[in-house]
Nanobody
Framework: VQLQASGGGLVQAGGSLRLSCAAS????????MGWFRQAPGKEREFVAAIGWSGRSTRYADSVKGRFAISRDNSKNTVYLQMNSLQPEDTAVYYC???????????????????WGQGTLVTVSS
């Protein structure tokens, strides 16, 4: 599957951005999707995930209540709405598609076999 992430940019602290990830190449609606991020000098970390049907979601504690993941299976796209952004949210954000069909979202990167190219989010203080 090919994943194309977009929507990153520069925003002031307290602002909002919505990331999009468009998928092609396999049946999008059968696979859970996730968002991860990697800040400079740090390891990649889990942000949010959504199950194949969209009924289940999970979030990292650091973004709970501020970020929301959703999917539109008719558009083969997963979204990450990010509100109340803080400088510590600055990172390259990656979307990923889970390896196995009909599973819920996972916080483990090894459960994903396809990754987008990343989109940079910069939050200024």
């Amino acid at each position: 599957v090919q994943l194309q992430a977009s929507g990153g940019g520069l925003v002031q602290a307290g602002g909002s951005l919505r990331l999009s990830c468009a998928a092609s190449g396999r049946t999008f609606s059968s696979y859970a999707m996730g968002w991860f991020r990697q800040a400079p000098g740090k390891e990649r970390e889990f942000v949010a995930a959504i199950g194949w049907s969209g009924r289940s979601t999970r979030y990292a504690d650091s973004v709970k209540g501020r970020f929301a993941i959703s999917r539109d299976n008719s558009k083969n796209t997963v979204y990450l709405q990010m509100n109340s952004l803080q400088p510590e949210d600055t990172a390259v954000y990656y979307c990923a598609s889970r390896r196995d069909a009909y599973y819920g979202g996972s916080s483990y990167p090894e459960d994903y076999d396809s990754w987008g190219q990343g989109t940079l989010v910069t939050v200024s203080s």
